[in-house]
């Protein structure tokens, strides 16, 4: 299922910031990298969001704003960024509902898959890409970066 040219499937979640997140609130005002990743303090894991949170400023620049969404409660949300330095909202999808939406949910694991999807202003699917298996890593912040330059 791409999404792929989509108007990006709307949500909102509690996040580790305070406020729960609405991604339409961000319409007209800022593009949007969602990063699906399957479980806080796993190794691959503790090395995606670190490295999409240490280039915040890079996507500030560029108009966006990165948000991190998995299965694990705020809680758990709270006390891996703290320990890893995570500055970028993380996002609670308990019941994997967004993941299902998005089409990265792995039902039988309980977890979503790695995916990046980057929506532009007008709400719209402009990039999207998942992992072929959690483990992997191949899309890194330099890439979604260089997708938003083309964005202009």
């Not at 890079?58 to 991190?68: K, P």
């Not at 998995?70 to 967004?98: C, F, Q």
């Not at 694991?109 to 992992?131: C, N, Q, Y």
Request: with cysteine.
């Amino acid at each position: 299922m791409s999404l792929l040219g989509q108007p990006a499937p709307d949500f909102t979640l509690p996040s580790t910031g305070g406020d729960p997140v609405t991604l339409s609130s961000y319409r007209g005002h800022n593009h949007v990298v969602l990063v699906f990743y399957p479980l806080d303090f796993s190794p691959v894991c503790s090395m995606q969001l670190p490295e999409y949170s240490g280039r915040q400023d890079d996507f500030a620049e560029a108009g966006a704003v990165v948000l991190g969404v998995n299965r694990d409660s705020l809680y758990t949300h709270k006390a891996w960024a703290a320990e890893y330095g995570i500055e970028v909202p993380l996002l609670a999808d308990m019941n994997l509902n967004v993941a299902r939406q998005y089409g990265v949910a792995i039902d039988d694991r309980g977890i979503s898959g790695r995916a990046v999807f980057l929506i532009d202003k007008a709400g719209v699917v402009r990039f999207e890409h998942t992992e072929a298996k959690t483990g992997d890593y191949t899309v890194r912040p330099g890439a979604v970066l260089g997708k938003l330059a083309e964005l202009g």
